[in-house]
Nanobody, 124 residues
């Protein structure tokens, strides 16, 4: 399975971007799919995720209310609104075949498949 993330770019503070993630080799129909980000000099951190078997969506406290994760069988999106300079990072989509419990979602080692990352820069 290969994941392809796209949609990053340069945006001013307060602006919006929509990231997309597409899988090759399989479709998104089971397990858990989500987004992480990694800012320069920092560890990779959880952003958002959901399990295909349920309706719940999970967000990091830092993005809740501003970011929205959504899906269909072909793609997963991350709508990012009210962007802040501290949102600047490389954003990675991730997936795994298992339905992760919430505590495991936050841990990068819980995820099996990773996209190559797309850079989001929030700056005036």
């Amino acid at each position: 399975v290969q994941l392809q993330a796209s949609g990053g770019g340069l945006v001013q503070p307060g602006g919006s971007l929509r990231l997309s993630c597409e899988a090759s080799g399989r479709t998104f129909t089971s397990g858990t799919t989500g987004w992480f980000r990694q800012a320069p000099g920092k560890e990779r951190e959880f952003v958002s995720a959901f399990r295909w078997s349920g309706s719940g969506k999970y967000y990091a406290a830092s993005v809740k209310g501003r970011f929205t994760i959504s899906r269909d069988n072909a793609k997963v999106w991350l709508q990012m609104n009210s962007l802040k300079p501290e949102d600047t990072a490389v954003y990675f989509c991730a997936a795994t075949e298992s339905s992760l419990i919430m505590s495991s979602m936050f841990t990068p080692v819980s995820w099996r498949y990773w996209g190559q990352g797309t850079l989001v820069t929030v700056s005036s």
